[in-house]
């Protein structure tokens, strides 16, 4: 059976690689509502030594946008909503701003994006029927030195904007809204910007957790499925179900061609005695996840394959942030600069879990002979596509091909997802597919990844184009696999 499995790989394989993209882009968030934070010239280095090319900061603060000159990070900057009566009433003012803030740093510094307004739906002043002549004006200030083509402006939303996100299929803007938003979407479309929203599993979870499992809103290989009734597409994960709920509601509207933006997404590492899911291994979790989902092209079930840009919330804790606990620990890291958990920004490689919880050295995952051939199937597809596990090795002529068996295969994947995700118990899930046992199941000149070790015995396998060529033919599979029987979450929303 796997021996076919393997054989039908060139079949496939032009097919899924033809317009195979680089992978969305992530960035970072910046926010400053602190009073501990080190000086933008240090953040501006700490972010290069991350490797971080896309930054989001929520205004134009001359300081940080000269941080990052001649750096080849991406800026996306911010007019504040206090700002939005000014760059409404008077293009003079936007023109003199626009002088003022962009032009004597620009193209020293790249500045990509302008975000008009943040949030407006959440505003406690109404600034609705302000945001899209501002964003006009700010336009027209960059048409007249050239630069309308060189920096996009949207504005950002919350998922409030809707009136309705679940089943995803039935997503639909709030109809209060409405004069604003249409001509704002048409602005959006005439100036092939994108539509920016930010969104939060976290708090879905954290308000309805009898609802929202927490593998569901941390893109667990253990969650279960949830389908929508509508279309009948399965959402394993909440992160999905938020997008597509936007996308709906876009497609009601008849923008369904604008693309989607994720401006602002995270976990908090730490919140209120009641915020149980607020934790490091959950932060690390969550946004290792995410990125790798990313990185991937996964795309959503009603856009599958579809690029989508992030920006992760945030780069430091903010102690100047009001509200519960949570609000002021969504830092990746302490104003210190150390990380406060680990994070792979490639989206490929290994994350060590710093924070300990239920890692445990000395173990390997394997494929469990209790389950069905099904199971071991979808699990095998999950962590050779969406886990984003090099499966390269288990192809053939390869080290860990021998046995040419289901089980065998699905081991070597499981164990290194397992391995990869910090050894915990809820990493050897796979619908209860995985089980950990503390015996070395390598053999002969296939050798299993173990804890805090990267395997170089299996070296040889030839490798593979931006995912292996068993990562890709497993995302083939799942799409020819019939639909497995999926528990339907209700009213999660």
């Not at 079949?11 to 934070?37: E, P």
């Not at 739906?121 to 960059?142: C, K, Q």
């Not at 008849?254 to 995270?266: C, S």
């Amino acid at each position: 059976m796997a021996r076919r499995h393997a054989a039908a790989v060139s079949a496939f394989l032009f097919l899924l690689l033809v317009g195979h993209c680089h992978g969305g882009k992530t960035g970072i968030c910046y926010g400053r509502n602190a009073d501990d934070l080190p000086g933008p010239d240090k953040v501006a280095q700490l972010i290069r030594q991350q490797s971080i090319k896309y930054v989001r900061i929520y205004d134009t603060n001359i300081d940080v946008i000269k941080a990052f000159a001649n750096t080849s990070v991406e800026l996306m900057v911010g007019v504040p909503n206090a700002d939005l009566l000014a760059f409404s009433q008077y293009q003079s003012n936007v023109d003199t701003w626009l002088k003022n803030s962009i032009l004597p740093y620009y193209p020293a510094t790249i500045i990509t994006y302008i975000t008009v307004g943040a949030e407006i739906t959440e505003s406690p002043i109404n600034v609705s029927a302000l945001v899209v002549p501002a964003m006009r004006n700010v336009h027209a200030a960059l048409k007249k030195v050239g630069l309308h083509k060189k920096i996009t402006i949207s504005s950002t939303h919350s998922l409030g904007v809707l009136s309705r996100s679940f089943p995803p299929s039935a997503g639909a803007f709030n109809s209060s809204y409405a004069h604003f938003l249409k001509p704002m979407l048409e602005f959006l479309v005439e100036n092939q910007a994108p539509f920016m929203v930010d969104l939060y599993p976290y708090y879905a979870y954290q308000n309805s957790p009898s609802n929202v499992s927490l593998n569901y809103a941390l893109f667990s290989p253990q969650s279960e499925g949830v389908i929508d009734p509508n279309t009948g597409l399965v959402y394993t994960n909440m992160f999905d179900a938020q997008v597509d709920s936007i996308f709906f509601a876009l497609m009601a509207l008849n923008f369904k061609t604008l693309k989607i933006m994720i401006t602002e997404t995270g976990w908090p590492h730490k919140g209120a005695a009641k915020e149980t899911g607020a934790t490091p291994d959950n932060a690390q979790t969550y946004n290792t996840n995410l990125i790798r989902h990313v990185v991937n092209d996964s795309g959503t079930p009603a856009k599958p394959g579809e690029e989508i840009d992030v920006y992760i919330f945030s780069l430091f804790n903010e102690n100047r942030k009001p509200g519960i606990e949570s609000e002021r620990n969504w830092g990746l890291f302490s104003p210190d600069q150390s990380s406060i958990y680990s994070i792979d920004w490639t989206g490929r490689g290994n994350v060590d879990i710093m924070t300990g919880g239920n890692r445990s050295n000395g173990t390997w995952c394997v494929a469990s002979t209790n389950v069905s051939e099904t199971a071991l199937q979808n699990g095998l597809n999950w962590a050779c596509g969406p886990g984003n596990v090099d499966c390269s090795a288990i192809q053939p002529s390869q080290p860990c091909y021998q046995p040419d068996t289901l089980v065998s295969h699905a081991s070597y994947a499981f164990n290194s997802y397992y391995q990869q995700n910090g050894a915990t118990d809820v990493a050897c899930g796979f619908g209860g597919a995985g089980m950990r046992t503390t015996k070395d199941p390598s053999y002969d000149t296939c050798v299993y990844m173990a804890a805090g070790k990267i395997s170089t015995k299996n070296s040889t396998a030839t490798p593979a184009p931006s995912g292996s060529s068993s990562s890709l033919f497993a995302q083939s599979r799942t799409l020819l696999l019939p639909v497995l029987p999926i528990v339907i979450a209700v009213g999660f929303l």
